[in-house]
């Protein structure tokens, strides 16, 4: 019978191209980080790639200017074959009775534009199938931000009272240092939803059951 202790904690971030939907999330993911953590917060795995075939980059005004090329991405990056092959690897590696456990911020925006991208069925069932945490949605009301126009912030047509927080914001919240500058790439950003996991965790786990 699994135990919490079972437990393996999949923390992944993307960076897309910027061009297309949100919902449904149809951007292209061209670069992607994870951290496989255990329990007690041991770095079972941990890895970043860029995304080869990438064409175009439009980001939006409000981020920095994407620090990478096309030209780079597309020289360092892995093929769609190649990132489907590894992340499937670490769950054929390490999964037990479904124990491993996806958390990202914004996490139904990331898988939805990771499995949209790999476009396979028997993946989409692989990750389909597991627990996923939200850093962002799961901590509004711990976070209990309020909307930039106050006189907003209970929209009739709206049933949330708070903003989602950033993950910048949820990590000042957590008293977690962080740099601005370094936001929007998948490697730090994976360790700074690490950290605010951490620190959350033992909250998640009780509600995990």
């Known amino acids: 019978m699994e135990t919490k202790s079972n437990y393996l904690f999949l923390i992944f971030d993307l960076e897309t191209n910027g061009i297309g939907y949100f919902n449904p999330p149809t951007q292209r993911p ?20 860029f995304i080869s075939g990438v064409k175009k980059i439009k980001w939006p005004e409000t981020f920095k200017k994407c620090p990478w090329s096309v030209e780079e991405i597309n020289k360092k990056g892995i093929s769609k074959k190649s990132l489907q092959t590894k992340l499937t690897k670490i769950f054929i590696n390490n999964d ?9 911020h914004n996490i139904d925006f990331d898988f939805g534009c990771l499995c949209n991208f790999i476009n396979d069925e028997q993946f989409t069932k692989l990750f389909k199938k597991h627990k996923k945490i939200c850093t962002m949605k799961s901590t509004t009301n711990f976070c209990k931000l309020s909307y930039p126009n106050s006189n907003n ?14 993950l910048s ?15 929007h790439d998948s490697k730090y950003d994976v360790e700074i939803t690490k950290q605010c996991f951490v620190k959350l965790k033992d909250k998640y786990i009780k509600k995990l059951g």
Do not use: H, M, R
């Open 153 to 166: 912030s209970l929209n009739k047509n709206s049933i949330k009272k708070y903003k989602w927080p950033k």
């Open 30 to 49: 061209i670069q992607i980080s994870y951290q496989l953590i255990n329990c007690e917060c041991d770095i079972i795995d941990n890895k970043t790639y």
């Open 169 to 183: 914001e949820l990590a000042n919240k957590l008293e977690i240092k962080i740099d601005e500058d370094k936001f």
């Open 96 to 104: 037990k009775s479904n124990s491993i456990v996806l958390v990202g």
